[in-house]
């Protein structure tokens, strides 16, 4: 899916920091755990 990171930085940069901080280790976690996802917004 094209665009599909920028929408999900997008979506990351208007949380709460502390709410961004937390998505984004899980984030982190599942690129290492799943190398081949595809990552999207539904």
Request: glycine residues 2%.
């Amino acid at each position: 899916m094209t665009g599909a990171p920028a929408e999900v930085e997008a979506y990351l940069s208007a949380l709460p920091a502390d709410q961004q901080a937390a998505l984004r280790t899980l984030r982190a976690t599942l690129a290492r755990l799943l190398p081949d996802h595809v990552e999207c917004m539904s």
